[in-house]
């Protein structure tokens, strides 16, 4: 992908019903232009498909947090396996620096987060954790 389709991309994610016309004049380039490189960025499977936010999706977990995990060992695959079977875990990252993982977690209440800590924190190989809450979202989905 060249600096176009990033910026085709990027356009996309901040509204994906722009239109033709318009996302070529965001981008300099003719409608042509813009169509070709969604049907090649589809084809190739760098876009998958589009998708829709709505209001309902947002208040799904009123209580969201960033749960930061140091793991001792080799357990980090069999930790992931057991993060992923939480249903209050929306995301699993590998990372770099301090960290070994990022977990994104979403409840309806802070006790049910504070008990899904609790639950991931007793999980042998976790050797130290950090939480952050998310406050306030302003920017989501690219």
């Known amino acids: 992908m060249d ?5 085709l991309i990027s356009a996309l994610r901040h509204d994906a019903r722009a239109s033709l ?13 813009v169509r070709a490189r969604i049907e090649r960025l589809r084809a190739r499977g760098e876009i ?7 209001r309902g999706d947002t208040a799904r977990d009123p209580v969201r947090g960033l749960m930061m995990l140091g793991i001792e060992g080799r357990g980090t695959e069999r930790i992931i396996r057991q993060l992923g079977g939480l ?7 590998t990372t770099n620096g301090r960290w070994d993982l990022i977990v994104e977690i979403g409840t309806e209440t802070l006790e049910a987060l ?8 007793r999980f042998d190989g976790i050797a130290s954790s950090e ?7 302003w920017k989501s989905g690219g």
Do not use: E, M, P
């Not at 016309?21 to 232009?33: C, I």
């Not at 939480?131 to 979202?137: A, M």
């Open 48 to 54: 998958v498909g589009f998708s829709v936010v709505l």
């Open 3 to 7: 600096d176009t389709d990033h910026r």
């Open 131 to 137: 939480t952050s809450l998310l406050l306030n979202t």
């Open 87 to 93: 249903s209050a875990v929306r995301a699993i990252h």
């Open 21 to 33: 016309s318009d996302l070529a004049l965001a981008l300099g380039v003719s409608r042509t232009t």
């Open 114 to 121: 504070d008990r899904v800590l609790a639950q991931i924190r």
